[in-house]
T-cell receptor, first 113, second 113 residues
Framework: AQSVTQPDIHITVSEGASLELRCNYS??????LFWYVQSPGQGLQLLLK????DTLVQGIKGFEAEFKRSQSSFNLRKPSVHWSDAAEYFC???????????WGAGTKLIIKP | NAGVTQTPKFQVLKTGQSMTLQCAQD?????MYWYRQDPGMGLRLIYY???????DKGEVPNGYNVSRLNKREFSLRLESAAPSQTSVYFC????????????FGEGSWLTVV
């Protein structure tokens, strides 16, 4: 069965430091991969997505993610975080059916001033 | 720029009461969804509607019913609320197919006492 694992429940990063959020998936073929962000009290917003082609994808707000088939990973990165990046980040995998994404449990990003 | 609008934003119910969460989207999307979000569990799909007139069960449909009233509107009904249904509920919509970006409402916080 398909699954998505985000190993880190919380991550604390100093403002201006680099960020990497981990996402591992389990799926037999190449999946569709997504990162969404949820600001406090809000719905989720798409950051970026990968379907095929270049394994490094760029998203909004200066985020990028790299698909590594050999590691079944799709980690999210940002070179320098801002206080406004404090939010919860969700990795999701689309596979098989045409409607259901499989969601990770989320990683809460805390920014230290 | 309304996007996905859901009401109410907050609701407290007594066990056994019923209520309906309303959702409307103005993006002409075929697909609409209801998710629930619980701490540490990510998003779980309750029901899905691929198009007007069709609905399908998701991962956690028990205790819920839905109605796709027209292309714009997709409501979620709790017939007899239980404390286990205390959660944050998100309505969402997208174009047809898992490759499409999902757009979320701002959430409805439901407490069942």
């Amino acid at each position: 069965a398909q699954s998505v694992t985000q190993p880190d429940i919380h991550i604390t990063v100093s403002e201006g430091a680099s960020l990497e959020l981990r996402c591992n998936y389990s799926y037999g073929a190449t999946p569709y991969l997504f990162w969404y962000v949820q600001s406090p009290g809000q719905g989720l917003q798409l950051l970026l997505k990968y379907f095929s082609g270049d394994t490094l994808v760029q998203g909004i707000k200066g985020f990028e993610a790299e698909f590594k088939r050999s590691q079944s990973s799709f980690n999210l990165r940002k070179p320098s975080v801002h206080w406004s990046d404090a939010a919860e980040y969700f990795c999701a995998v689309g596979a098989g059916s045409n409607y259901q994404l499989i969601w990770g449990a989320g990683t809460k990003l805390i920014i230290k001033p | 720029n309304a996007g996905v609008t859901q009401t109410p934003k907050f609701q407290v119910l007594k066990t056994g009461q019923s209520m309906t969460l309303q959702c409307a989207q103005d993006m002409n999307h075929n697909s609409m969804y209801w998710y629930r979000q619980d701490p540490g569990m990510g998003l779980r799909l309750i029901y899905y509607s691929a198009s007007e007139g069709t609905t399908d069960k998701g991962e956690v449909p028990n205790g819920y019913n839905v109605s796709r009233l027209n292309k714009r509107e997709f409501s979620l009904r709790l017939e007899s609320a239980a404390p286990s249904q205390t959660s944050v509920y998100f309505c969402a919509s997208s174009g047809t197919g898992v490759r499409n970006t999902i757009y979320f409402g701002e959430g409805s916080w439901l407490t069942v006492v």
